[in-house]
């Protein structure tokens, strides 16, 4: 498995976007929303999003963001 830094939502989303909601989860429909409208891109100082591959696969995504309810040195791990 590999994890790396993205910098954008990786082209193959849809694809596991569509696995989580057959499961129930609704976590990446979520996380598609919100970049696409720009409430969430983990851009500010200290976030990032993440994405997962295997075998040249994506597998998963989620994003470390400054979490709004806590002192700003929190971090929150977000739709992993």
Known sequence: MEIQL???LPLQIAA?????????FRFITRVTLEWHSGTNRFEASGE????????????GIGG???DPFMRA???R???V
């Open 6 to 8: 993205v910098t954008r």
């Open 16 to 24: 596991l976007e569509q696995e989580a909601v057959a499961e129930g």
């Open 48 to 59: 990032c999003l993440m994405a997962a591959d295997l075998d040249l696969k994506l597998v």
């Open 64 to 66: 470390l963001s400054i």
């Open 73 to 75: 040195l929190t971090g």
């Open 77 to 79: 791990l977000r739709r």
